[in-house]
């Protein structure tokens, strides 16, 4: 990996939902032009065409290979616009990087020989249900508050133009700088190679594959000293059905207890104890402000919800006037109270919530080892078992899969990889310092993404395996891991047995779900 950042400007490339543009076809030109003539037609033609094939893409790279200087969003560094409560939004704060103990360069004498990344999809508008809830509202404050004044007077005036679950131009850009961010960083792998990508079916996740391998593309053209025969683009993507039945280890589904039983309120009941503790005052103080308006609990986070889905709307990603009806403090309250949806929704505070992420974990298995992928949960076998939907082996060295936050958060539980943050209270905020770098936030915000290296160091035997998440180096914490925090590639396999034994997926059909143990009641 070089450490040289290049330059670039970066505008969205719309995915193309059609077909790729063919080339032209051959001109004809006149009967009675001569031979000779004709030759020397067909050969200028050719080199005009070629130069202006060349000017058009060096325009084109141009244009969309560099970042909009008044955008808030940058390729290195993620969403830096205030920070203090941007960085505050649970999952849905756009990706930025977070602060690592461990340095995330190549350890002098290393060198890096496998890489994966796992992303999530782009920022998005609001999921339906949720875009209907933030328009009633709305709609709700403007019909009977009676006074909107100070930093409650854009209210009324606002108009709800949010969509439903689709990527917004600033989430498609987002996805486009992981594309660059993934090239530079494993250059010396990606120059003489293409991703293999797969991604979950919902259409946002899918054109944020597609945006993705735009990024690598363009940043990889710009690399002069990559291989051209080595990008063969548009890089195919194999896309994974999330209908009904589907066994997809990118979208979970399949766990009946998991989806219906016991074990999917779980979440709920956590988020409703903290949501009655730290929203009182803020309802409080945004009912003095507009009278007559007596907004609820549930209303009062879906204000503070459309403090980020506005954000993310604007293409440039500016922060929106919600964000100001709330303290630096309260952004922190409700960061937690996302950090509790996540962790007992589909982390270790859900006795099912890991083994929603073992499938995945057996990919990276096999994908680590060369051997093919041993699972029985909720592997795709008809992709899996084929070289040509799920290649495995020292040829190929670069992955990219495409997923959901929920799914992320499964599976970085199945890896082990939080498990020396203590159970979360519901009832006392603990910071992400006290969680030991788990949050919300810094696990899966829009375009979050980890990378899974492996890597050859001189002096020591065999490989080794690092895992980066959003920029931080996240200390292997079931394998003993050295000072930079990796482990072995043998350690690190053998410390997945939870994943390689299959969960729990035996609970999953067995009709009586499981029982919730904690020290607080939920």
């Not at 328009?135 to 007077?153: E, L, M, P, V, W």
């Not at 987002?174 to 010396?188: A, H, K, P, V």
């Not at 548009?234 to 997809?248: K, Q």
Request: glycine residues 8%; hydrophobic residues 35%; contains cysteine.
């Amino acid at each position: 990996m070089r450490s040289r950042k290049r330059e670039y400007i970066y505008e969205p490339v719309a995915a193309d939902d059609g077909p790729f543009l063919e080339r032209g076809q051959a001109r004809r030109f006149p009967n009675h032009v001569p031979i000779k003539r004709r030759r020397n037609l067909v050969v200028m033609s050719i080199v005009a065409v070629l130069l202006l094939i060349g000017l058009l893409f060096t325009y084109f790279v141009s244009a969309i290979l560099v970042t909009n200087s008044s955008s808030c969003d940058t390729i290195y560094q993620g969403y830096q616009c205030q920070p203090l409560i941007s960085h505050f939004w649970g999952q849905y704060s756009p990706f930025f990087t977070i602060p690592s103990e461990i340095p995330t360069t190549v350890p002098d004498g290393c060198q890096i020989t496998f890489a994966q990344i796992l992303s999530r999809h782009g920022a998005r508008d609001p999921t339906a249900s949720k875009t209907a809830s933030y328009n009633a509202t709305i709609q709700k404050i403007q019909s009977t508050a009676r006074n909107f004044s100070g930093d409650y007077a854009f209210l009324a005036d606002y108009v709800y133009t949010l969509g439903a679950d689709q990527l917004t131009l600033f989430g498609e850009q987002q996805m486009i700088n992981s594309g660059i961010s993934f090239y530079e960083r494993y250059e010396d792998l990606a120059k003489q190679s293409m991703p293999f990508v797969r991604s979950s079916g919902e259409t946002r996740v899918v054109v944020s594959a597609q945006n993705f391998t735009q990024g690598f593309h363009l940043a990889k053209v710009a690399d002069k000293a990559s291989d051209p025969r080595a990008d063969n683009y548009p890089y195919p993507i194999v896309v994974i059905s999330e209908d009904a039945g589907s066994n997809n280890t990118l979208s979970h589904g399949l766990c009946s207890n998991f989806e219906n039983g016991y074990d999917s309120k779980i979440s709920s009941r956590a988020l409703s104890i903290w949501a009655g503790i730290f929203t009182p005052e803020i309802m409080k103080r945004i009912n003095l402000n507009l009278p007559g308006a007596n907004i609820s609990t549930l209303e009062t986070i879906s204000l503070m919800d459309l403090c980020p889905f506005n954000t993310v709307a604007s293409p440039t990603g500016q922060v929106s006037p919600f964000c100001a009806l709330f303290t630096e403090q309260e952004w922190h309250a409700y960061d937690y109270y996302q950090s509790l949806g996540k962790y007992y929704g589909y982390g270790s505070g859900n006795p099912l919530g890991p083994t929603q992420g073992v499938g995945f974990t057996n990919e990276l298995i096999a994908r680590m080892t060369g051997k093919p992928v041993d699972d029985h949960t909720s592997v795709n076998h008809t992709l899996d078992d084929s070289q040509t939907t799920f290649p495995i082996g020292s040829e190929q060295t670069l992955y990219a899969d495409f997923s959901h936050d929920n799914d992320m958060t499964a599976i970085f539980s199945a890896l082990g990889l939080y498990n020396a943050t203590a159970p979360l209270s519901n009832t006392s905020i603990a910071s992400v310092a006290a969680a030991n770098g788990y949050s919300a936030s810094w696990t899966v915000p829009f375009a979050a993404r980890a990378y899974f290296e492996k890597m050859t160091c001189s002096g020591i035997e065999g490989e080794l395996v690092r895992v980066i998440v959003n920029d931080r180096v996240v200390p292997l914490q079931t394998c003993g891991a050295d000072s930079l925090g990796r482990c072995t590639l043998g350690r690190f396999i053998d410390s997945l047995s939870f994943a390689a034994g299959g969960g729990d997926w035996g609970m999953c059909f067995d009709g009586g779900g499981t029982v919730f143990v904690s020290s607080e009641k939920l």
